[in-house]
Structures are given as C-alpha cells and as structure tokens.
C-alpha cells in the first residue's frame, strides 16, 4: 500500500520539501559505491549513522542529525522520498518554509530518540529520513484528517489505485509502527518502528500551536477535516486497448 498523490493542492512551490528531497539524493549518490562494500559501508555507518549504545555511552549527537540523510539503499529513499514528496508540501504551505524545516529537523530529532530510548544499548545502526517524514505526516493527519490520498494497492496480480481518507492511510500506518515496535526488533526486523512512532507522535504535538492558532476544533468544524481550499480531482487513466491485427 503505497500513496502515490493527494488531492491537497498547496498555494505556493514547496522550495524546503524539494531541497530536502534533492539533499537525500544528494548525499546517498556521494557514498552509493559503498553499498557493494559492506566493510566501508559499516566504517561509513559507525561515522554518522544514529547508534543507540554510542548515543549511550559517547553522546553522539551530530549522528541525530546526519542519520536523517542516510538511507540504507535505492528502495528505501525511494519510498521516503515519495512519502515526503506527497504529504510535505501542504505541510509546508500552512507553516511556511523556515518553520516547516525547523518542524521536519525536529521530529527528525525527536524520532532518533525514540528509538534510542526503545534500545538504548543496540549497536545496530538507525539511519533514514522515515523518522522526519512520519512528523510531516503527523501534521497533516492533525490538518487534514478528511484529505483524500490515492493509494497503490498491490496484492500479487491485483493492482488498483483506491482513493481514501487521509486519517485511514495514516492511522493505519501508525498502528502498524505501535505493532511492529512490540513485537519485533530492529536487529530483527530491520525496521526502527519506535523511530516512526516517535517521529508521528512528534508531528502531532509540534503541529499543535499551528492548529490552535487556526482555530483548533473550529478549524475542524470550518473545514469538516478536509482542505481549507477546493480539492484536486485527477482525471481517470485509462489504459489504451490493443487490437491484434
């Protein structure tokens, strides 16, 4: 299940979700060759990514920062990047672009420790920018919980894309990370689950003074949960029929 587009138009060119989207790019081409060495992978991982037992016991706190940059190969930036590329503009558009940066660098933050406090004495390195881009999806879960979000369904041969409630996809996403956390591990499961928990729950809380400020439940009550501006509906793809000749 994968969203690949809203129909949340934003009234301004998103420059801070495009930067960041450009800056992942950026840096995961600068140590690609790496990925086929898994020794200088691990040395370049030991440098930058967030490790919970040398968070614990050194105080690595530049590696809060610098694992939100990293990724761990081609579908996992793929993947964050889609989902920042989708729910980061609108968030962006109601903030602004200096305190919409400081929000994602935040719940970045807040989601590394998150998972630290899950593990604090794992040596298995966190890096992605999933943990920030939970927070943007936190946000536009407490913004817009009625925006609709076509979704990719793949299921072996059955492919549909289905439109749904924006409060659907993203409360099922975050019950998957509260699942994934208590019963499995990121030695285990690869996945640091806390992270997205934690980068979620941060989103929402960082996002408040904003929804206060529009009106908090009155907002809701204006808008009934949807964009405060028209929606975007997208034409129908239809794909082409091929007669045999």
């Not at 016991?57 to 590696?63: A, C, I, L, N, P």
């Not at 962006?92 to 998972?115: H, R």
Request: aromatic fraction near 16%.
């Amino acid at each position: 299940m994968f969203p690949i587009r809203d129909h949340n138009p934003s009234g301004r060119t998103p420059y801070v979700t495009y930067a960041l989207i450009a800056t992942n790019i950026a840096i995961f081409l600068g140590y690609w060759p790496m990925l086929s060495d898994a020794r200088a992978l691990s040395t370049f991982f030991l440098d930058w990514a967030m490790i919970p037992a040398k968070l614990t016991y050194t105080g690595d706190y530049v590696s809060l920062i610098s694992s939100m940059f990293l990724h761990g190969g081609w579908m996992h930036l793929a993947g964050n990047m889609l989902f920042l590329y989708v729910f980061g503009d609108n968030l962006e558009d109601e903030m602004g672009a200096l305190p919409y940066l400081v929000f994602y660098l935040a719940c970045g933050i807040a989601a590394a420790l998150a998972q630290w406090a899950s593990e604090p004495y794992s040596m298995v390195p966190t890096v992605g920018a999933s943990g920030a881009i939970a927070g943007v999806m936190g946000g536009y879960l407490l913004l817009f919980p009625k925006a609709k979000v076509d979704i990719l369904i793949i299921i072996i041969v059955f492919v549909r894309i289905l439109p749904i409630p924006a409060w659907l996809m993203l409360g099922l996403w975050f019950g998957f990370q509260i699942f994934g956390g208590l019963f499995t591990s990121t030695a285990g499961g690869g996945v640091a689950h806390w992270a997205h928990a934690g980068g979620f729950i941060a989103g929402v809380v960082f996002t408040l003074p904003l929804f206060l400020r529009r009106g908090g439940m009155q907002f809701w009550l204006r808008t009934g949960g949807k964009p405060p501006h028209p929606r975007y509906d997208y034409a129908a793809t239809r794909i082409p029929t091929v007669r045999r000749k």
